[in-house]
């Protein structure tokens, strides 16, 4: 028997016996996180807070949720050898359940959310999980078949972005990044700036004037020379195609002046400041081009986006009647059947009184929101303890905190909460990246309102509950009420 | 009450003896009046008949019945009288189907998936046998989550019921069973742990008339709550309970089966038990294999040994190939799946092309995947698939029948052509024929999958698919006449969507598994070898030898899934409101204790029990279960941790990594032998597999010379061998001249050049939808303008009229190219030919700004055939042949024109680009010689076009003059490599991303070459790269 004893113990026996509050536990690696965690659930069990049915332990590699499970098992029997006759059914109860424990992965977790209620869903009960190859090679053949029936029909959003130089594999781009990241959709709606010709007009107007005054101090060879005259005759056809604008954005596009604003020597010249000047306005023309160019770009692209959407909603639907997930849909569509039904949402609180998470760090916000959607305080029920790891200082050992969390912003509060990514955001975290637009504010919040109308599209996605009336909500961050069975 | 009602518990050895002593006792009492013995699973008819055979009073009028014969023995002749018909396994099942997809409330957003049918189909059976009436289940609507579920399922099931109420099956045969028609001395029930409320009636009945017997295993107390709820209901009943004791364990075995959930004292284990940590599925069943023939050797016959597992789906494959592998036979019971094999395979692939586009990967598919019935096969000559696979490629045949016919014939007009040249080879005539017999095959079977039903009665529709299978499939018959019960739905749903019905056969072939076909499966259970069983099906039997696989933690036991139609809260409650006995899915009773402990006591005299460590080899970590650690635990007599389980003597580890087996005597195969020999004696096993197999030398001096050497060998493309090289050099010096671009290609890569430049090896790749003209289509037709427009003018001045002429080529061209099917979607397509003929403006205009300074024109001038251009290399000279474009001239200078349609290359003038860009020179080299002219007065020019950046890029005279050492250095080192067989792989991370043969090149080859970067041969094409 060890006599050691850390100077923390009294920490770690808070985490462990404080089963009426919920615990968050931050603490560098190697310092006991899960070891706690652990020994918390069998306090859970063996208290009788919970049963087996009524926990989940999530984690993130499926060689910790077994080692997890393991370990829950280990210290059951370890508890049950010198449990007094209290405890000893409850122990005995866990230990002969625990093969229908919920402790895995946040996917194989969202799935079983699923596979419970696959008609809230909208889900073939009998789904199938489909792998990363697999659900490549769909997502291929789904694409195909689209983007055949796109180009089959008329759209004009296609012909101008092809018109202006995109090219179908970069269609194929985008609606890639709008997949991956289809957690985000609806995407917010960015208005292209439209392409400003009378700016690189008046650009182009000022320019030649200059020329026409300077150029007669530049010598022939002077490869200034060469670059002033191409403005000067650009300026010319473009003024020509005035009228004709799918002329005029070719001609802006493709046929612009190959130009060199650095080239020119001032010995070149008999007046220095020529020179200068000549550079300067080569240089203001070369930009105007680019600008119109990109707005030109940005236009055609920005059109794209719905169709990606479009899309990416198709598909999905088409794995729906399938009956086929890829990983990330069973983050998503469970994540989706928590939000939008309420007599799920209902379910699960009832059904998983306790959550913890461990290496809550590498959580992403569907994925926390997942966790926080059940463990909401609708329902006197629940626990949420969070263990992590603190990244960036891993040398920096630090022992286990045991913190309440605080007083919540009323709504719904799982949801609103700081996601950890976003607090961790100064030590390199990442959220993803969008194509275009940002679908969310910088919490992850999406930006369309409950019930508004996508242009042309079906009703956004209901991301809110509405709120509850102030004395249904409980008195913590997540509401996270604790209590024991029978309380309430 | 009860007559006589007895339940009869102990372990299941004893059982077992208490079941043979009571058959000894009634037929001791009365010879010859049956007996009848009520089982759990048809394994046990055949094993308890032997059981019964080999002990003394003989089988005779002792008979077997699982619930629903009992039930169809019993409550048939009344079904039947009333003129309701039997209602088939599979009709009941699209019936259910059927339903289910009618459903318009809570469940309409699934109603239509196949899971949701199952889930149904599963539920709707349960309130069946629990004598649940709609009635009854709606009047307990408020039990369920919401009023709408409520109403949905309650009409699905009336709807269902009513549906069906001409019908039946086993439940409504047993809910009719009359038991006064049980004319057995006693009835026996052996192996079932729940007997629904509509079987608990009929034996209530029976047990009122006579005596009634349950025997019941019994392990431990929390293994015995899989049968609390029988047990109860028993005792309520007023049955008499006899628990028999064991006897003292005499054996190893014995006592650990007694002790399954005991931590008393350890057990010294003998080779009766084998407990194994294996790293992988793969090593666990080789193990097992292993274990069987040892159990052989000691005289345990394959027919009493069992091999069980809880993941049919892994393991099943495994103990089948691993088994067959070692020549062990075996009984697969959970047979594979008829979808596995070519003949449900093919059945599958020619469903899929019903209602398809006739896609080509599917119709080849079909093709490939075994035979047609011989009189089909001939009628289309017996092409085999692989010849017909290439026709269709090579005619780009994506998918639709108009344009298999279009391009097919296209095809077999172009080789019918070339077949016709003098001197042909004979292979030509053949490729007319494939494309003559692939296109009358396709034709015809569109035209028959075109004259399918759309709506039809169930027989109609059966009638036209036997026919189609018939004609496309060989020895169908079977699969045919399984299929054949589904006509019996004609008299429920008259008519059927053709999609709706195919999907139905589909999901039915899907679930077929060969054995349903194989008559001689029948019967074959413990006399055809080893048993390999589900553990569900091994629940109450008994062998000599017993193995247990995968014993790992969440899969055996595996989490249990709740009925997402009923979910257990709500059954619970229903239970709790109304005394149905609905089981709870998830939070009933747990069977797997008491299943595990049964697989263990199924074990006569040899138990082998394995976990693994990994799904796969190299894959996710996985822990033994709960129940290996608790066998291990009492082996050891105390609790074993985790971390402990591999490490405790009782346990054998087998290290991961390990390719062959223990001992060469525990080899199964030949080859693991090979593989052990080479593990345990690596001298001697490599000596052996030389000898025996040469080419193993071959592979390992491969191995050495590419990782432990740091010069180039033939393994990493350099030839060796003096005929090889004779052969390229000959090629090299005396073949046809050589390309500019193929020169271009060594400097890129040598590996590449060898491939496609010696080899002349092109990627086949399969037929694509053209979605848009592709570059190389866009080429052909810029080219083809300008040759035409160029030839039309002649030697004219070039002036702003002939751009009407420019236009009407371009309109002629472009139209010609739209015919032929190779523009794409016409959306593109608008953008695309209004980006070529910007291109040919842009073209005209510099044509017009810059005027030619040449008198004379020339087009698509060939060099090299039968004049090469000779350059020297060394003391011989490089022949070198191509065709330029356009050559400007007069009397006194030059100019070559090669136009390209792609963006501008990065290279500027005058530059080799380390020998990658050898066109312009070599090509002013052969405009020079054509005309006779000094190579100084004239240059060579890409003019590209690309969406109006239009660029010329030159190689002059000048340049020439000055860098013509630097040009014979390039040459050089490309000739002596291509002389001296070097063809080593350069490899370029952008190069090598298009390159064609990226996909057979070593992913190795970049370290490689930085590991042979200091041989003489790279060294020198580095200094050849250095050639900017």
């Known amino acids: 028997v060890s006599v050691f004893a850390p100077s923390d113990i009294e920490v770690r026996n808070r985490i462990r016996t404080d089963v009426d509050n919920n615990v968050c536990v931050e603490a560098g690696a190697g310092t006991g996180k899960t070891t706690v965690l652990v020994s918390r659930i069998v306090e859970l069990l063996r208290t009788g807070v919970v049963d087996i049915d009524e926990i989940a332990v999530i984690t993130f590699t499926e060689a910790a949720a077994a080692e997890l499970a393991a370990r829950v098992r280990q210290e059951l029997e370890e508890a049950l050898a010198g449990a007094n006759d209290e405890d000893r059914g409850q122990i005995h109860a866990a230990l002969q359940g625990l093969h229908r424990a919920r402790v895995e992965t946040i996917h194989a977790f969202a799935a079983s959310l699923l596979r419970e209620r696959p008609v809230e869903a909208e889900l073939d009960p009998g789904f199938e999980v489909l792998d990363g190859l697999a659900a490549q090679l769909s997502f291929d053949e789904a694409y195909s078949a689209w983007l055949a029936e796109l180009l089959d029909g008329p759209k004009p959003e296609i012909v101008a972005a092809i018109g202006r130089g995109f090219q179908l594999s970069q269609l194929r781009t985008l609606v890639e990044e709008v997949h991956r990241h289809r957690a985000l959709l609806p995407l917010t709606r960015e208005v292209a700036r439209p392409a400003d010709f009378e700016a690189l007009r008046a650009e182009l107007r000022e320019a030649v004037s200059v020329f026409d005054e300077i150029l007669p101090c530049c010598r022939e060879d002077d490869d200034a020379r060469a670059d002033m005259q191409a403005i000067a005759e650009w300026r010319e056809r473009l003024a020509a195609v005035e009228a004709d604008e799918p002329e005029l954005v070719r001609e802006i596009l493709f046929r612009a002046p190959d130009l060199t604003p650095g080239a020119g020597a001032q010995r070149l010249w008999d007046d220095p400041d020529g020179c200068r000047r000549s550079k300067h306005h080569r240089k203001a023309v070369h930009e105007a081009i680019q600008r119109v160019r990109d707005e030109l770009r940005s236009e055609a692209f920005t059109a794209l986006v719905p169709i990606a959407e479009e899309f990416v909603e198709q598909y999905e639907c088409e794995r729906k009647a399938a009956g086929t997930a890829d990983f990330d849909d069973l983050l998503e569509w469970a994540r989706e059947l928590l939000v939008k039904s309420a007599e799920a949402r209902a379910y699960f609180r009832r059904r998983f009184r306790a959550i913890l998470v461990d290496e809550f760090q590498d959580t992403d916000p569907v994925q926390a929101e997942i966790a926080l959607l059940i463990a909401s305080d609708d329902e006197p029920t629940g626990q949420l303890a969070r263990a992590d790891t603190t990244k960036g200082r891993p040398h920096r050992r630090r022992r286990p905190q045991a913190v309440d969390l605080p007083v919540p912003s009323r709504g719904h509060r799982g949801v609103r909460r700081r996601p950890p990514w976003a607090a961790r955001r100064h030590r390199g975290a990442t959220r993803p990246e969008l194509p275009v637009g940002q679908g969310r504010d910088r919490l992850g919040q999406r930006r369309v309102q409950p019930g508004t109308r996508r242009a042309g599209g079906r009703p956004a996605r209901e991301h809110r509950p509405p709120p509850r009336p102030r004395e249904a909500r409980g008195r913590d961050a997540l509401g996270l009420r604790g209590a024991r069975r029978g309380s309430h | ?1028």
């Not at chain 2, 199924?602 to 709960?626: H, M, V, Y």
């Not at chain 2, 190579?935 to 690309?946: I, K, L, R, S, V």
Request: contains cysteine; charged residues 30%; negative net charge.
């Open chain 2, 1 to 1028: 009450m009860a007559h006589t009602l007895n339940l009869i518990t102990g372990a299941p050895a004893t059982i077992e003896e208490a079941f043979l002593d009571r058959i000894r006792q009634l037929r001791q009492a009365d010879p010859l009046s049956p007996i009848d013995v009520l089982v759990g699973g048809v394994l046990m008819r055949p094993y308890l008949q032997r059981l019964i055979a080999e002990s003394s009073p003989g089988l005779l009028n002792v008979r077997f019945s699982t619930l629903g014969e009992l039930g169809l023995r019993l409550g048939e002749p009344a079904l039947a009288s009333s003129s309701r018909r039997p209602l088939p396994a599979m009709a009941e099942r699209a019936y259910v189907a059927e339903a289910a997809r009618g459903c318009s409330g809570y469940f309409a957003p699934v109603a239509s998936t196949p899971g949701f049918a199952e889930v149904a189909r599963r539920l709707l059976r349960e309130l069946r046998q629990e004598r649940i009436t709609p009635d009854a289940l709606g009047e307990q609507a408020a039990q369920m989550e919401s009023d709408a579920k409520a109403d949905d399922l309650v009409d699905l099931y009336r709807r269902y019921l009513d549906g069906r109420s001409g019908y039946y099956d086993g439940i409504d045969a047993l809910a009719a069973g009359d038991a006064a028609r049980f004319d057995g001395i006693e009835l026996l029930v052996v192996g079932i742990w729940r007997l629904p409320a509509i079987a608990r009636g009929l034996v209530e009945q029976i047990a009122q008339c006579l005596p009634v017997t349950v025997f019941l295993p019994s392990v431990a107390p929390d293994a015995d709550g899989a049968h609390v709820e029988l047990r109860d209901w028993l005792e309520a009943a007023g049955c008499t309970v006899t628990a028999i004791g064991s006897p003292k364990p005499k054996s190893i075995l014995a006592t650990l089966q007694s002790r399954l959930f005991d931590l008393t004292t350890p057990i010294a284990l003998d080779e009766s038990v084998e407990l194994l940590s294996a790293p992988d599925p793969l090593a666990e069943t080789k193990e097992a294999a292993r274990a069987c023939l040892a159990w052989a050797e000691q005289g345990i016959p394959f027919r009493q040994m069992a091999v069980t597992y809880r993941q049919a789906e892994l393991y099943r494959p495994l103990v089948e190939a691993v088994f067959t592998e070692a020549g062990i036979p075996v009984y697969l019971d959970d047979g594979p799946s008829l979808a596995e094999r070519p003949l449900g395979r093919r059945i599958l692939a020619l469903l899929d092309l019903i209602e398809s586009p006739l896609r080509r990967p599917d119709v080849m598919a079909f093709l490939s995947d075994g035979r047609m019935p011989k009189a089909t096969r001939e009628r289309f000559g017996g092409a085999p698939a692989a010849r017909w696979d290439s026709a269709s490629r090579r005619a780009g045949v994506v998918q639709g029948l108009a344009q298999w016919h279009q391009r097919l014939t296209l095809l077999r007009d172009e080789e019918r052509a070339a077949a016709e040249e003098d001197d042909a080879p004979e292979w030509r005539a053949r490729r007319v024929e494939d494309c003559e017999s692939l296109l009358a095959f396709v034709e015809e079977l569109g035209k028959r999958l075109d004259q399918r039903p759309q709506r039809s009665s169930w027989s109609e529709a059966l009638t036209y698919l036997d026919a189609l299978l018939r004609m496309y499939v060989d020895k169908v018959d079977d699969v045919v006449g399984y299929l054949a019960t589904l006509a019996q739905l004609d008299a429920i749903i008259p008519e059927v969507d053709f999609s709706r019905f195919l999907e139905i056969v589909r999901a039915e072939v899907e679930a077929l598994k060969a054995g349903d076909l194989d008559e001689a499966q029948q019967g074959a259970f413990g006399r055809r070898g080893v048993n390999v069983l589900d553990v569900n099906q091994l629940r109450n039997l008994r062998f000599d030898g017993v193995c247990i696989l995968g014993l790992t933690e969440r899969s055996f036991p595996p989490p249990p899934r709740q009925d997402p139609m009923l979910l257990d809260g709500e059954r619970a409650k229903l239970n709790e409101a109304t005394g149905w006995t609905l089981p709870l899915r998830a939070h009933g009773a747990d069977p797997e204790p008491l299943q595990f402990a049964l697989a263990v006591h199924a074990a006569r005299e040899r138990l082998f029990l394995s976990t693994r460590r990994a799904e796969e080899a190299g894959g996710r970590l996985q822990l033994p279960s709960g129940f290996f650690r608790a066998v291990v635990s009492a082996v050891e007599g105390r609790r074993i941790k985790v971390s402990e389980v591999e490490h405790v003597p009782s346990v054998r580890r087998i290290r991961a990594g390990r390719v062959g087996a223990a001992t060469l005597d525990d080899a199964l195969t030949i080859a693991e032998r090979d593989r052990t020999l080479l593990e345990l004696e690596p001298e001697l096993g490599r000596a052996v597999l030389a000898s025996l197999e040469p080419r193993t030398l071959r592979t390992r001096a491969l191995r050495e010379a590419r990782l432990r050497t740091r010069t180039l060998t033939e393994f990493d493309g350099v030839l060796h061998s003096e005929e090889a090289r004779e052969a390229i050099a000959s090629l090299l010096w005396d073949g046809r001249p050589r390309s500019a671009t193929g020169l271009e290609s060594y400097a890129s890569c040598p590996l590449k050049f060898f491939f496609g430049d010696v080899l002349r090896l092109r990627p086949l790749e399969e037929p694509a939808e053209i979605l848009e003209l592709d570059a190389l289509d866009r080429g052909k037709a810029m080219h083809e303008i300008l040759h035409l427009f160029i030839e039309e003018i002649g030697e004219a001045k070039l002036d702003v009229q002939h751009r009407a002429a420019l236009d009407e080529i371009a309109d002629r061209v472009l139209a010609d190219l739209e015919a032929r099917g190779r523009t794409g979607a016409a959306l593109l397509w608008l953008t695309h030919r209004q980006a070529i003929l910007d291109d040919l403006a842009g073209w005209f205009g510099r044509e017009l700004s810059e005027p030619t300074p040449y008198t004379k024109r020339m087009l698509e001038v060939s060099f090299g055939n039968p004049d090469p251009l000779r350059v020297p290399v060394g003391e011989r000279e490089l022949r070198i042949g191509g065709r330029i474009d356009r050559l400007d001239y007069d009397r006194k200078r030059f100019r070559v024109v090669d136009y390209k349609t792609g963006k501008a290359l990065k290279s500027g003038e005058g530059m080799f680009v380390g020998g990658t860009a050898l066109q312009l020179p070599l090509y002013l080299l052969a405009g020079a010689k054509l005309l006779g002219l000094d190579p100084a007065t004239g240059e060579a020019a890409y003019h590209y076009f690309a969406r109006g950046d239009f660029k010329r890029i030159a190689f002059t005279g000048a340049h020439l003059a000055e860098r013509r050492a630097e040009l014979d250095a390039v040459l050089e080192r490309i000739a002596t490599g291509i002389g001296e067989g070097d063809f080593h792989a350069e490899p370029d991370e952008w190069g090598c991303k298009f390159c064609d043969f990226d996909a057979v090149c070593d992913v190795g080859r970049g370290r490689i070459r930085e590991r042979k970067e200091k041989d003489a041969r790279i060294a020198s094409f580095a200094e050849m790269r250095e050639i900017k």
